[in-house]
């Protein structure tokens, strides 16, 4: 009877015990808000940025005349391939006639003067005006010559005919861009697309650095183009410099006008970064910060950001260090000071 009761006061004890450190664990978690934390480390981050763009022609050229006059012949039609020197309007040539004839004529006088000036026959005065009046009449002709037999600039493709045979050119802007033309020849076997970039990248950015374009078009088919151009100098109202980039167009496939997004890489940095739902904003300000656990509180870290990486942002702060642990769920509920208990 004895050991019986012993037993029963011994499971007693033992029974009050541990419910008081139960109590004690209880009593030590009140007032603590369970969070989550990540150990923040240095990571090596893809620099890549995006930009929304509009594809345009290589080259294009809005073929006119420099004066009005009657279109004798268009040789080439709306998608006609064409060659850089091929004729492709022929104006009325009459001016041209007149002048051929006036300058043949001053080609035979230009020898008589010669023959004269050598054996003295005539002053330099006269041989001098002669010259003078050859040179501006040849100058004449071959602006003429241009004018009137009208020729491609580049090899191409014809995108607008404005005029029909025997009309008058007036001169008249008659294009959708406010120019005056009787053709429009684009260069589309290579295109080119421009974007404005910001300035903290300018020591990043130069030509042959490559790029990814995709379209609305193809979907995720994605082109290949390099940075041709950097242009020198900084915008003071964006603060943004302008690049042109030139894609391959071989197969025709990309049209000028297309809408496109162009990703540029700016090669890799080395950088803390945290997922964007653990950054917080204050209300009614622009001011960012984070929250970090400490000595089993939460602390409210200042930060600014830096690059954004798909759903990482890069965050900046002397308290924001290797190591760290920030909170990256439950942070939304709490204050600086708050006891936390972290939880997996």
Known sequence: MRNTFLAIATALVLVSCGGKK??????????KKTVKVTTLQLEVIEINEEYTATINAYDKVYLAPNMPGRIKEIKVEVNDKVREGQQV???DASQLVQMEVQFSNLEKEM??????????????????????????????????????????????????????NSEIYGGTPNTNDGKAAILTIEQIEKLKVTVNMSERFFPK????????????????????????L??????????????????????????????????????????????????????????????????G????????????????????????????????????????????????
């Open 111 to 164: 020898v008589r003067m010669d023959s004269l000036i050598a054996y003295g026959s005539i002053s330099q005065q006269v041989y001098d005006q002669t010259d003078a009046q050859y040179r501006a009449t040849k100058a004449s002709l071959e602006n003429l010559r241009e004018n009137t037999i009208i020729k491609s600039p580049f090899n191409g493709l014809v995108t607008g005919r404005f005029y029909e």
């Open 230 to 295: 950097v242009y020198p100098t900084i915008d003071p109202s964006t603060r943004t410099f302008t690049v042109e980039i030139t894609i391959p167009n071989g197969n025709l496939k990309l049209r000028p006008g297309m809408f496109a997004r162009v990703k540029v890489n700016l090669g890799e940095k080395e950088t803390i970064v945290a997922p964007a739902s653990a950054v917080l904003m204050l209300e009614g300000t622009s001011n960012r910060y984070v929250f970090i656990e400490e000595n």
């Open 89 to 91: 309007v022929q104006m």
């Open 297 to 344: 509180k939460a602390k409210h870290i200042d930060v600014t950001l830096g690059e954004r990486f798909d759903d990482k942002l890069e965050i900046i702060s002397d308290a924001i260090q290797p190591g760290v642990k920030l909170i990256t769920s439950g942070q939304s509920k709490l204050n600086n000071g708050d006891l936390i208990q972290v939880v997996k």
């Open 22 to 31: 139960e109590a004690d664990k209880s009593q030590t978690d009140v007032g």
């Open 205 to 228: 950015v130069k030509a042959g650095l490559k790029t990814r374009l995709t379209t609305d078009v193809y979907g995720k088919e994605e082109f290949e183009g390099t940075v041709t």
